[in-house]
T-cell receptor
Framework: GNSVTQMEGPVTLSEEAFLTINCTYT??????LFWYVQYPGEGLQLLLK?????DKGSNKGFEATYRKETTSFHLEKGSVQVSDSAVYFC?????????FGTGTRLKVLA | ETGVTQSPTHLIKTRGQQVTLRCSSQ?????VSWYQQALGQGPQFIFQ???????GRGNFPPRFSGLQFPNYSSELNVNALELDDSALYLC???FGMGQGIDNEQFFGPGTRLTVL
């Protein structure tokens, strides 16, 4: 079945550093891919999405490209801010459900 | 357009009790999915309701049950609560059941359940 593997956290960066959070997936067919962000004590917020190979999703300075050849959807941001501190989840569509990774906690220090 | 809403926001129960969580779907959506997110974990699919019938189910015991109403709102019921049921319960609504972006799921803010 479909599955998602995310890099383990926590990831600790200084403000303005470059961010990469790795996500790889296993899937049959052509799932859509998502990155969600969860701030402390809150629910999930959709950060970005991509629906087909080579699509690039972007939002708030974050980007991820749907790479079918490497089955990856890595999240990147060129310059992180303290306000980006949160847990990030990679997800894909399975049969009638979403399948999530275990999440990667990001902590950005001023 | 109103998004997905859930109630209550927080809930505290004791082991063995029963709980009902509620979800109102986004306008125009006819499908509701429920997820359980334990502390430090990603959300896990519980089940989905489409047109008032259970459409699919994850690896959860029968004491997790649900309902969908004609207005597409939904309830999640958990009987005989256990300590491990403590989690954030997320509801997501969508239109239809497929995997396409037309069936994208939109998540509510969640209900945090604590079982003592």
């Amino acid at each position: 079945g479909n599955s998602v593997t995310q890099m383990e956290g926590p990831v600790t960066l200084s403000e303005e550093a470059f961010l990469t959070i790795n996500c790889t997936y296993t899937a049959t067919g052509y799932p859509s891919l998502f990155w969600y962000v969860q701030y402390p004590g809150e629910g999930l917020q959709l950060l970005l999405k991509a629906t087909k190979a080579d699509d690039k999703g972007s939002n708030k300075g974050f980007e991820a490209t749907y790479r079918k050849e490497t089955t990856s959807f890595h999240l990147e941001k060129g310059s992180v801010q303290v306000s980006d501190s949160a847990v990030y989840f990679c997800a894909l569509t399975g049969t009638y459900k979403y399948i999530f990774g275990t999440g990667t906690r990001l902590k950005v220090l001023a | 357009e109103t998004g997905v809403t859930q109630s209550p926001t927080h809930l505290i129960k004791t082991r063995g009790q029963q709980v009902t969580l509620r979800c109102s779907s986004q306008s125009g959506h006819n499908t509701v999915s429920w997820y359980q997110q334990a502390l430090g974990q990603g959300p896990q699919f519980i089940f989905q309701y489409y047109r008032e019938e259970e459409n699919g189910r994850g690896n959860f015991p029968p004491r997790f049950s649900g309902l969908q109403f004609p207005n597409y709102s939904s309830e999640l019921n958990v009987n005989a609560l256990e300590l491990d049921d403590s989690a954030l319960y997320l509801c997501a609504s969508s239109f239809g059941m497929g995997q396409g972006i037309d069936n994208e799921q939109f998540f509510g803010p969640g209900t945090r359940l604590t079982v003592l």
